[in-house]
């Protein structure tokens, strides 16, 4: 059973930070694209950030969060992370954690991002 587990979201302030962590079960992490996207209230679900396999040399990011935003991954622990800085109340959305290779597709639940004052 292939499991993708989000963590790390939750309430911040406009301006401020937080990881997300997305622990991968059931799968050769190594051998998978990893990816973040996300759905705001009202909105289409859209692409933040995707790291290439199997070192995660290859990046690829919105214009919403470049230089903002950072997507790295760790084989070791089999998770991915997504560290997200100067945070706007429009990043407010489940942020969901993808894994692709191939034509195999899994998704996690998703964590909720509020950025509120």
């Known amino acids: 059973q292939v499991l993708l587990v989000e963590s790390g979201g939750g309430l911040v302030q406009p301006g401020g930070s937080l990881r997300l962590s997305c622990a991968a079960s059931?799968?050769?992490?190594?051998?998978?694209?990893m990816g973040w996207y996300r759905q705001g209230p009202g909105k289409q679900r859209e692409l933040v950030a995707t790291v290439s396999w199997p070192s995660g040399r290859s990046t690829h990011y919105a214009e919403s969060g470049k230089g903002r935003v950072t997507i790295f991954r760790d084989n070791a622990k089999n998770t991915v992370y997504l560290q997200m800085n100067s945070l706007k109340p429009e990043d407010t959305a489940v942020y969901h954690c993808?894994?692709?290779?191939?034509?195999?597709?899994?998704w996690g639940q998703g964590t909720q991002v509020t950025v509120s004052s």
């Open positions: 059931g799968i050769i992490f190594s051998t998978y694209a």
């Open positions: 993808t894994a692709q290779n191939g034509q195999l597709n899994y």
